[in-house]
């Protein structure tokens, strides 16, 4: 079955530093990736997505991930973090032979210091 | 604003009583998927339909169901609600098996 793990829960950084949130995923084949943004009361937003290709992939938001397959791994970066980035952040894989139903990982919820 | 939305925003209803969710998908998409993120199961799958046929199901309960109308729209039924049935219900479509587009989601309260 598969699964997703982010290994941190909480990550807090200063404005204007770099930012990695980790995601390590297991899967069978080549997974469908994704990271999604939850802000306080909202809904899911998608920042990016890897199904195949160029395994650095850019998103919304200056954001960047990085598909490793000898890791299973797809961290989710920014070179420069606002204030604004405070939200919790969810790595999913989805099951492409199951109408790719996504599985999330636990979150990781990011706070932002001035 | 993804282009899903949902109904109602917040729901406040008492054990043992039944509920519906409704859901109308982004325009074109066929693809309807509900999830439930709680406290403690945090986000899960609940289950698909593409063009009004069940595609796939994950942990939904026997007392939850779900249909998709030929307009697309779709309803999640919530039925003999448990205290532990409150979370945030969430859909999700897209236009096939691809990327998925989250709506604001229902928040769901049972007391």
């Known amino acids: 079955a598969q699964s997703v793990t982010q290994p941190d829960i909480h990550i807090t950084v200063s404005e204007g530093a770099s930012l990695e949130l980790r995601c390590n995923y297991s899967y069978g084949a080549t997974p469908y990736l994704f990271w999604y943004v939850q802000s306080p009361g909202q809904g899911l937003q998608l920042l990016l997505k890897?199904?195949?290709?160029?395994?650095l992939v850019q998103g919304i938001k200056g954001f960047e991930a990085e598909f490793k397959r000898s890791q299973s791994s797809f961290n989710l970066r920014k070179p420069s973090v606002h204030w604004s980035d405070a939200a919790e952040y969810f790595c999913?894989?989805?099951?492409?032979?199951?109408?790719?139903?996504?599985?999330f990982g636990g979150g990781t919820r990011l706070m932002v210091k001035p | 604003d993804s282009g899903v939305t949902q109904t109602p925003k917040h729901l406040i209803t008492a054990t043992g009583q039944r509920v519906t969710l409704r859901c109308s998908p982004r325009?074109?998409?066929?693809?309807v998927y509900w999830y439930q993120q709680s406290l403690d199961q945090g986000l899960q799958f609940l289950i698909h339909y593409y063009n009004g046929e069940e595609r796939a199901k994950g942990n939904i309960l026997e007392r939850f169901s779900a249909q998709q109308f030929p307009d697309l729209h779709s309803e999640l039924n919530l039925s003999s609600l448990e205290l532990g049935d409150s979370a945030l219900y969430f859909c999700?479509?897209?236009?096939?098996?691809?990327?998925?587009?989250f709506g604001p989601g229902t928040r769901l309260l049972v007391l």
């Open positions: 325009s074109g998409d066929l693809s």
């Open positions: 890897y199904f195949s290709g160029d395994t």
């Open positions: 999700a479509s897209s236009p096939w098996e691809e990327t998925q587009y």
């Open positions: 999913a894989v989805g099951n492409n032979n199951a109408g790719n139903m996504l599985t």
